[in-house]
């Protein structure tokens, strides 16, 4: 042919026409004479690999078994498939790490939603779903902000399922009637379980399960079911130093966790810490602190809690402030709030290492639903009824400014954007925030 050269023809090859630019190769056995793509390079093909055309700026790298041969990205590196992980190009500051299945567990839980039926009483036809225009939602959740009715509400999260019917719940604090209605003299007031002369609204309580069952690397602590649970987590100074834990059984008993240790998290056993009554919130903070909420709403402070004694000697009653029943507290490294059940805010005055009672409550705020103190004194709060720029928002995070030694209840709120926030912590939070220096007068005018 024009512009080639004839050559012998090798055993097993057959004759092909050289391409202008092009080098005819002897035909490896097992392989296949393809065409030489400028810029590229012939190479002989490997047992179970593939021929790839090789991209610019890539290298052809040899097929590993059980692997993909993928193209390799600019800044990005090419590794091997291990077995249970999944290639992925590596993005710029990010690191490649291999996906993991150890210690991942089945997890389940199961969670009641409640919302709430009111009715306001009319002197022609008596209690009806027909309130005033200043009343709350007929149907709402607790607050009254949020209508919730049983058709819109849905579980906490995709993730979950119901596992069973609407149903009136008998159990509500302040008891029911027969018909499981609450009575009131008007909305928000405390509420009881009979009917009097002065009660023109009412409400009953509607409760449905619902059931999580998911997988991660939680293991569970058997075999009691908690209702509150705390935790010192910048205690512990060596990984075998015990780490003080605290809980209340869904029953309202108080328990001790002992064996917690950095080595051991999950701990060894229960210790059960006797009470008159059941509790329903509990909290430990700085010098192993610890307080709790009773049923009937007044506080307890838990005395000579140490290392070398975990559960502490005996409990201080602490009266609750006046016509008010304690809902939740928190427990910082030298400070103590609590929210009531009206919403209250609630700050202990006089706390001293001699006297860590403390002397009396101060309010602070309204209109909080949840308080966390952090191991630094931080105050988070998740509030109702903020102003919004076109409304009142409810579930808002708010943050405390002002904490000082000198001012350990702060000055004012710094009120977050949005609401729909149930649970806030900061406990986990014990880094000191870096101290900017100041330059000098005499150093700014040289």
Known sequence: MPGARLVRRMPGARLVRRMPGARLVRRMPGARLVRRIPGA???????????????????????????????RMPGARLVRRMPGARLVRRMPGARLVRVSTDNIYTQTDVTCVYIYENQRWNPVTGYTNRGLPTDRYMWSDATGLQECTKANTKPPSPHWTWVTDWAIDYGISGGTDREGWQYAADFPTSYHGHKTLKDFVRRRRWARKCKLTTTGPWQEVPPIPLSDVTIILCGAQSSVEPIPLWAISNKGDVLCRLGVTLLTPAGTSWLHVGTDQPFKSISIGGANQVWAIARDGSAFYRSSVSTQSPAGVCWYHIPSPARQKLQQVSVGRTSVYTVDQNGNLWFRQGLTPSYPQGSSWEHISNNVRKVSVGPLDQVWIIADKVQGSHSLSCGTVCHRLGVQPMEPKGQSWDYGIGGGWDHITVRGNSIEAPRVRMPSLTASLR
Do not use: D
């Open 41 to 71: 390079r012939l190479v002989r093909r490997m047992p179970g690999a593939r021929l790839v055309r090789r991209m610019p700026g890539a290298r052809l790298v040899r097929r590993i078994p059980g692997a993909r041969l993928v193209r």
